[in-house]
């Protein structure tokens, strides 16, 4: 008996099969094979939600990955531009994709596998900057933080991306693999300038419950839902006043 062949099945299957694969795959390995294949990919399938993330334990050929962002950057995105939605990116596949990044549709950003130094020199830069300023509402951060976070850069982080994004509504703030988590103990508790207007959901890993404390002081006037995993309960050195309303 032959084989089957994946180019003689109808549309529908190859659109099941198609969204069973992850998009860069679909991208790298389907766009190009013939023109039906790309009617379908182009036309018919959710692409959205763009995942260009590489975790660094599957990375075994650089010159393979640059091979698929080039791919990527240069023939593809330019088509769906107006399709995207939402973007994945780490500190490698940002190196390609900052100079293509035009869409217009865009309100979601997460940025993964990053470390501190990698993301306070990503996140001036000029693209990445002009969209949390300018159009992002929905920002994820997810820190892979192989040293310790200490007291003085905790908010300086945190206060750098809010600063950034101008327009946020929902934040998502995470460690992966850290010696410890965000604290902000050492925000000035006299200064409670407000670091954002327009953040309504914030999610976030922090080191005590003092933490939140410092969060809940007055510094988000829109803040409505707050998700916090706190690394340890010790007992309070806060100084707030924790009768008062938050």
């Known amino acids: 008996m032959d084989g089957i062949n994946i180019i003689d099945q109808p549309n529908e299957i190859l659109l099941y099969i198609f969204n069973k694969l992850n998009i860069i795959d679909v991208f790298y390995s389907l766009v190009g094979v013939n023109p039906r294949f790309d009617q ?99 920002l994820t951060i997810d820190l892979n933080i192989k040293k310790e976070i200490t007291r003085e850069n905790s908010p300086v982080i945190f206060e750098a991306i809010l600063f950034f994004g101008k327009h946020l509504t929902d934040l998502k703030f995470y460690q992966v693999s850290s010696e410890s988590s965000l604290t902000f103990f050492s925000w000035n508790n006299q200064n409670k300038e407000c670091l954002s207007s327009t953040l309504n959901n914030l999610s976030i890993h922090v080191s005590n419950f003092d933490d939140c404390l410092y969060l809940l002081d007055g510094r988000f006037q829109s803040l409505s839902k707050l998700v916090i995993r706190i690394e340890m309960i010790t007992r309070s050195l806060s100084n707030i006043n924790k009768k008062v309303n938050l």
Do not use: E, W
Not at 46 to 74: T, V
Not at 103 to 123: C, E, W
């Open 40 to 138: 379908l990919i182009f036309d018919f399938l959710d692409i959205d939600n763009i995942p260009c993330s590489f975790h660094q334990k599957y990375i075994n050929d650089m010159s393979g990955i640059d091979y698929i962002l080039d791919k990527i950057c240069l023939k593809i995105l330019p088509r769906i531009n107006k399709k995207i939605r939402k973007i994945t990116i780490d500190p490698y596949s940002l190196k390609h994709i900052a100079n293509v990044i035009d869409f217009p549709q865009l309100y979601s950003l997460s940025l993964l596998g990053y470390q501190i130094d990698t993301i306070s020199r990503d996140l001036p830069n000029d693209s990445i900057s002009d969209l949390l300023m300018n159009k992002m509402t929905h």
